[in-house]
């Protein structure tokens, strides 16, 4: 055999072994890649930041001025992790009695509901109170390429799970992630609050554009301190402790992903000054003390308790000896998160101006099955990205101990979609009349003038193929890919387990008309969906899938 054939020889057999190799390790070798993605550059030090906001009206007493509003929206918390309903991280071990503080001095809605069971949409109808099918903001933004690559290891690491349904040519049609946000045409309530005289600010999660024409400045925020990257604390610094969630191939991506970095008011990312959830706080008191003497919008939107699943190590440690380790870590972050809402508080109250300000508290959506926590939304059915009550079921409290009573509860269905307007009537601002409005004005239930009314009496829900109506005590699911349905009498079966349809035709008929009818002349998505993942309505992703495990398919 000559000189050059053994050559080639050698040379394919090497392509085959690489071949080989890059197959056994072709999740590792993509999330590599991922990792090298690069987003610019990070300052290491910490910007000093200005939260001050020139002009405005004079200084006024506060029985002379408009309340200030600060909203305060958690990142996937599921409503068993707030003590006031009945339960708590690990089984109560880790109560929230700052966050508790809310309900306690003033209204806590017990049927609290998330806009959407993703965090974008909920945050779009909690901004402009509109819903979808009015906006077409139906489908969260993610990074380029997240979907193929989570399709991709996922099929490698849960070949259990029925398959993804990934759609390529959606993929190459949706505009880059850059380019997919909520339209500047839509009327915020920082727009509206801004209008009557109000320093606004927002710090942290905005996730409905990144782009100059969709951000927080350009929606009506004075200033923006917006989360850059995916990180609480760098991997490897020795305050955080780290908990990956191996059997999770978003968590897989996000961990790939994973920075350390903010920006404020357009800024080139800089390295924020400790955990995120403190260093947000920290900043959070400063805009409060620097617009103290006007009326203010504060909205405070967590990362918290967002995975990757990152505490400090002190609150690892306070938290005690719970298992298994995610949940330690978890339980350390609600710890954060809940200090972080005892210190808003504490501050007004330093200030003089807690009587006169209107606090709300809430989750954007139910917490997730995929880091593996069975009692998150514990007694409820389903997880984030499923319309189950799990999955929008959210602790939604107010306080303003100028106007609202103490520790009222309102069993009255309530929504993020009412929350635009509940805060422009609290502010005195005049709703926009050259578009619907579809939340309504809670302050009436809440301080016990009269009821909660809604012109077609149902809340509405919807993420492409899947959809759900509740009106009264009647809730429809449908689930076009399956071709599958869900009728609930949430009256006597608040956690969903006997499903009527076929058994209560009447129901299903009105329900199913009222869907149709919420549809019809719908504005279409901005953006194709472009997966459609599998999610298990009893199981967390630790679990395993077996054959005949109720499951839905989640369209984004």
Not at 11 to 35: C, E, K, P
Not at 73 to 80: P, Q, S, T
């Amino acid at each position: 055999m000559k000189l050059w054939q053994k050559s080639l020889i050698g040379i394919a057999g090497l392509v085959v072994v690489l071949g080989l190799v890059g197959w056994i390790f072709r999740t590792d070798l993509l999330l590599w890649a991922v990792s090298l993605k690069d987003n610019g550059p990070i300052a290491e030090e910490t910007m000093a930041l200005d939260w001050h906001v020139p002009g405005g009206p004079a200084p006024a007493t506060s029985g002379d001025r408009p309340p200030n509003i600060v909203l305060i929206l958690a990142d996937d918390l599921g409503v068993n992790d707030i003590s006031t309903f009945g339960g708590g991280v690990a089984g109560g071990l880790v109560p929230t009695p700052n966050i508790d503080r809310i309900a306690r001095d003033g209204v806590a809605f017990t049927q609290g509901y998330a806009g959407n069971a993703t965090c974008a949409p909920s945050r779009a109808m909690l901004m402009t109170g509109r819903y979808p099918t009015h906006t077409g903001f139906e489908f969260t933004p993610t990074p380029d390429n997240m979907a193929r690559v989570v399709t991709t290891v996922n099929a490698d690491i849960r070949p259990d799970l029925p398959p993804i349904e990934y759609d390529a040519q959606a993929n190459h049609d949706a505009p880059p992630f850059a380019e997919q946000g909520l339209p500047a045409s839509e009327i915020t309530i920082a727009e509206l609050l801004k209008a009557r005289g109000y320093s606004t600010m927002h710090i942290g999660k905005w996730h409905m554009g990144e782009a100059r024409e969709f951000d927080a400045l350009t929606q009506g925020f004075d200033h923006s301190l917006v989360l850059s990257e995916l990180g609480y604390l760098p991997k490897d610094d020795p305050r955080v402790v780290n908990a990956p969630v191996d059997f999770d191939p978003v968590d897989r991506f996000l961990w790939a992903r994973a920075r350390f970095g903010n920006r404020f008011d357009r800024s080139q990312a800089f390295t924020p000054g400790g955990y995120l959830t403190d260093y947000w706080t920290d900043e959070a008191l400063s805009a409060i003390d620097a617009n103290k003497d006007r009326p203010f919008f504060l909205y405070l939107a967590h990362w918290a308790v967002h995975s990757p699943l990152q505490a400090t190590r002190e609150d690892y440690e306070a938290v005690g000896d719970i298992q298994p380790h995610r949940l330690r870590v978890y339980a350390a972050m609600v710890r954060a998160l809940d200090r972080s809402v005892g210190r808003i508080l504490d501050k007004l109250e330093e200030e003089g101006l807690a009587g006169n300000t209107l606090v709300l508290f809430s989750s954007d959506n139910g917490a997730p099955g995929y880091i593996g926590l069975p009692d998150v939304n514990a007694p409820y059915r389903g997880w984030k990205i499923t319309l189950f009550e799990g999955g929008v079921r959210v602790p939604l409290m107010m306080r303003w101990p100028a106007q609202l009573p103490a520790g009222r509860q309102v069993r009255a269905p309530a929504t993020h979609v009412d929350l635009f307007s509940t805060i422009a009537a609290a502010a005195g601002a005049t709703l926009p009349g050259d578009r619907p409005i579809d939340g309504v004005d809670l302050l009436p239930v809440a301080s016990g003038r009269g009821p909660l009314e809604r012109p077609d009496g149902a809340i509405f829900w919807q993420s492409g193929t899947i959809r759900a109506v509740r009106a009264g005590d009647w809730k429809l699911m449908t689930d076009d890919i399956r071709k599958s349905a869900w009728l609930y009498d949430l009256a006597n079966d608040p956690t969903e387990r006997v499903n009527l349809i076929g058994k209560r035709p009447e129901q299903e008929k009105r329900l199913r008309a009222m869907l149709a009818a919420h549809h019809r002349n719908r504005e279409p998505p901005l953006y194709p969906s472009v997966v459609k993942m599998p999610v298990m309505i009893d199981k967390t992703l630790a679990d395993t899938y077996e054959d005949g495990d109720e499951y839905t398919y989640w369209a984004n």
